[in-house]
């Protein structure tokens, strides 16, 4: 049995002759919408996925829109909290949506604290940081695959790396210094967002070790940034005991970008293109469900497909990107699992 798992950053999908954030115009016109939600319907349609995990919807009747007259019409898809003003995540599934969930706030307050050395010989006193909610929403869902297998879905969108300025000032006529001070609150707060959405995962997994994860999401960072990192949780140590060491591998994801790396010759995955810079900020990981090195696994990855044939460097291209087209590419991601009949939940180790 294949199942198919995609991420699908939209870029400020909403309803024709709206504004978004705090603009004062529409951010489409009836002309703009009606191609956005064509290209965004024509996408969906080559990727055929099963399982897509949505960023930057602003209304859920924008992605109705998108879906209209597709075998995905009539699909279960549920819109994490659209306010209309700011972007929020969402879902769609071929398979039932059995429960929702939108996490707003972050699950602990964090607390900042040096080195020692550093501080000495004054004492290092943790300083809480006041950030209380992530800046999209976590959505969480829980899709019933059969009768006997369901699987947990979390769709993310962590802070962007667009620096967090002083009020009066833009990134045209910030100084580099203070352009490198908002880069550096932003990189904080997708740090703390990332270790919230770890401490998500590590609940979700002492609850039900044997309910398989999948992570999709704009996660903002490469996929070897620290950030990305800290929520796909580092391999155990090879001198742990053994039942140490399978126990710590159940809290362990799988970056899909990595399995297929190893399998190919060249790498050229990206999703993204800032300043001629190439990036991989989308991505999909899964849980040790699926590793190729897990005796218990139940499933694997067969390959990992990216559409961003659309992405353009302006840096080397005179191209335009057309203002209803993403400016990310779409990932999706094939995996192979047992037959209905045989697929029952497992013990990872």
């Known amino acids: 049995m294949k199942i198919s798992i995609a991420t699908f950053n939209a870029e400020n999908l909403i309803t024709a002759?709206?504004?978004i954030y705090d603009e004062s115009w529409p951010h489409y016109n009836q002309d703009q919408y009606q191609r956005k939600t064509d290209w965004i319907r024509n996408q969906l349609l080559k990727m055929n996925a099963d399982i897509i995990g949505f960023q930057e919807i602003f209304e859920e009747q924008a992605l109705r829109d998108c879906l209209t007259g597709t075998c995905m019409e009539n699909w279960p898809f549920f819109v994490a909290n659209p306010t209309g003003k700011y972007p929020v995540n969402a879902i769609l599934s071929r398979f039932p949506i059995v429960e929702t969930e939108v996490i707003e706030h972050l699950p602990f307050v964090f607390d900042?604290?040096?080195?020692?050395?550093?501080?000495?010989?004054?004492?290092?006193?943790?300083?809480?940081?006041?950030?209380?909610?992530?800046?999209?929403g976590v959505l969480n869902a829980e899709l019933k695959i059969n009768e006997n297998f369901s699987v947990l879905v979390i769709v993310l969108h962590l802070k962007s790396k667009r620096p967090i300025l002083p009020d009066g000032i833009d990134r045209d006529t910030a100084t580099y210094p203070e352009l490198a001070k908002g880069c550096i609150r932003s990189l904080i707060r997708r740090s703390i967002e990332s270790c919230g959405v770890r401490q998500i995962l590590s609940d979700e997994i002492n609850k039900d070790e044997s309910k398989p994860i999948f992570i999709l999401g704009d996660l903002n960072d490469n996929d070897t940034a620290v950030t990305s990192q800290v929520i796909l949780g580092e391999e155990p140590f090879r001198k742990l005991l053994p039942e140490e060491r399978i126990k710590r591998w159940t809290h362990v994801f799988q970056n899909c970008r990595d399995i297929q790396a190893r399998k190919s010759i060249e790498?050229?995955?990206y999703t993204y293109i800032h300043n001629g810079h190439y990036e991989s900020l989308d991505n999909i990981f899964v849980s040790n469900?699926?590793?190729?090195?897990?005796?218990?696994?139940?499933?694997?990855?067969?390959?990992?497909r990216l559409y961003n044939d659309h992405v353009?460097?302006?840096?080397?291209s005179m191209d335009k990107k057309p203002v209803y087209v993403t400016d990310h590419g779409q990932v999706v991601v094939n995996i192979?699992?047992?037959e209905p009949s045989s697929l029952v939940p497992t013990d990872a180790g």
């Open 17 to 19: 002759d709206k504004p």
């Open 112 to 136: 900042f604290f040096d080195d020692k050395e550093m501080t000495a010989p004054l004492e290092s006193i943790p300083v809480n940081i006041p950030l209380k909610k992530f800046s999209r």
């Open 267 to 269: 790498n050229y995955q």
């Open 289 to 304: 469900h699926f590793a190729d090195l897990n005796s218990k696994r139940i499933g694997r990855i067969i390959d990992v």
């Open 312 to 316: 353009i460097d302006d840096k080397t």
């Open 336 to 338: 192979d699992l047992p």
